[in-house]
């Protein structure tokens, strides 16, 4: 029986690149020079901190930040961005989490949507992916194209496509 599997996934190893191209220009910005600007990568925790001594350099930091990524592929809406805070110092951070994998809410809003699409798919959850298997291979296409279409807030790849 024909199947595939719904993830979001995100690649470390462009994010990584992404993040020392936006340091590397940030270096050379005039815009920046003498703040300070830090952007730094925990991976344990899978966040980036943007640390700089103004609100308006934070933005300015980030949207560096979004173009490189978007440059490399890395989909935006697998980020959650955090509040603009205080650092101390006269210095202010935003911490921005990188999402990886669909969450249970997501997943059970993927699962009505396709349910209620009328088509003749089983569905079902596992894990952070969402498995959906049916009896012609142009019908999972057809899913394909019908989640592309909708809006669930995360970006979705579609893998293990098999026969």
């Given at each position: 029986?024909?199947?595939?599997?719904?993830?979001?996934?995100?690649?470390f190893?462009?994010?990584?690149?992404?993040?020392?191209?936006?340091?590397?220009?940030?270096?050379?910005?005039?815009?920046?020079?003498d703040t300070?600007?830090?952007i730094?990568?925990?991976?344990?925790?899978?966040?980036?901190?943007?640390?700089?001594s103004?609100?308006?350099?934070v933005?300015?930091?980030?949207?560096?930040?979004?173009?490189?990524?978007?440059?490399?592929?890395?989909?935006?809406?697998n980020?959650?961005?955090?509040?603009?805070?205080?650092?101390?110092?006269?210095r202010?951070?935003?911490s921005?989490?990188l999402?990886?994998?669909?969450?249970?809410?997501?997943?059970?809003?993927?699962?009505?949507?396709?349910?209620?699409?009328?088509?003749?798919?089983?569905?079902?959850i596992?894990?952070?992916?969402?498995?959906i298997?049916?009896?012609?291979r142009d019908?999972?296409?057809?899913?394909?194209?019908?989640?592309?279409?909708?809006?669930?807030?995360?970006?979705?790849?579609?893998k293990?496509f098999r026969?």
């Amino acid at each position: 029986m024909p199947s595939f599997d719904a993830v979001s996934e995100l690649d470390f190893q462009e994010v990584s690149n992404a993040l020392d191209q936006a340091r590397r220009e940030i270096e050379t910005r005039y815009d920046f020079k003498d703040t300070n600007t830090v952007i730094d990568y925990n991976e344990k925790e899978k966040t980036l901190v943007v640390n700089t001594s103004t609100a308006e350099k934070v933005e300015a930091a980030i949207d560096i930040l979004q173009s490189k990524l978007i440059k490399r592929g890395v989909p935006l809406r697998n980020l959650d961005y955090g509040k603009v805070e205080p650092a101390g110092g006269q210095r202010v951070r935003q911490s921005i989490k990188l999402l990886e994998g669909i969450d249970q809410e997501k997943a059970k809003a993927i699962v009505k949507k396709i349910k209620d699409s009328g088509s003749k798919l089983q569905v079902s959850i596992q894990g952070d992916c969402v498995r959906i298997s049916g009896k012609k291979r142009d019908d999972l296409q057809e899913m394909m194209a019908f989640l592309k279409a909708n809006d669930f807030g995360v970006s979705l790849q579609y893998k293990n496509f098999r026969d």
